[in-house]
């Protein structure tokens, strides 16, 4: 079956760097974009970033741009996000999430999924 498993959370200050991990399996990882989005405490889920089935192609929230970066390795099925410059409103549950195509869609209710992980936690606190 799909898993998605995070890792690589935990508490950074404020202008640190953390670095996450997906890891998947139970489907062929090439084949699917892959995206992160996270929930803060007491609010609604986020997108954060997507990149296409090859990696060729990645897009951001204008809330990270230029300080999240998202990469995939197909040959290790895992897809990273490299979070710079973080900042406390970066706090939340950070989930890796598989897309039923090989590009991010964009639908009113945020991106076209069909499986998430459980997440990791991100802190940014002094």
């Known amino acids: 079956q799909v898993q998605l498993v995070e890792s690589g959370g935990g508490l950074a200050q404020p202008g640190g760097s953390l670095r996450l991990s997906c890891a998947a399996s139970?489907?062929?990882?090439?084949?699917?974009?892959m995206s992160w989005a996270r929930q803060a405490p007491g609010k609604g889920v986020e997108w954060v970033s997507g990149?296409?089935?090859?990696?060729?192609?990645?897009l951001y929230a204008d809330s990270v741009k230029g300080r999240f970066t998202i990469s995939r390795d197909n040959a290790k099925n895992t897809v990273y996000l490299q979070m710079n410059s973080l900042k406390p409103e970066d706090t939340a549950l950070y989930y890796c999430?598989?897309?039923?195509?090989?590009?991010?869609?964009?639908?009113?209710?945020?991106?076209?999924?069909?499986?998430w992980g459980r997440g990791t936690q991100v802190s940014v606190s002094s």
């Open positions: 990149i296409s089935s090859d990696g060729g192609y990645t």
């Open positions: 999430v598989k897309s039923p195509t090989t590009i991010v869609v964009f639908t009113t209710g945020g991106v076209e999924s069909d499986y």
């Open positions: 139970g489907f062929t990882f090439s084949s699917y974009a």
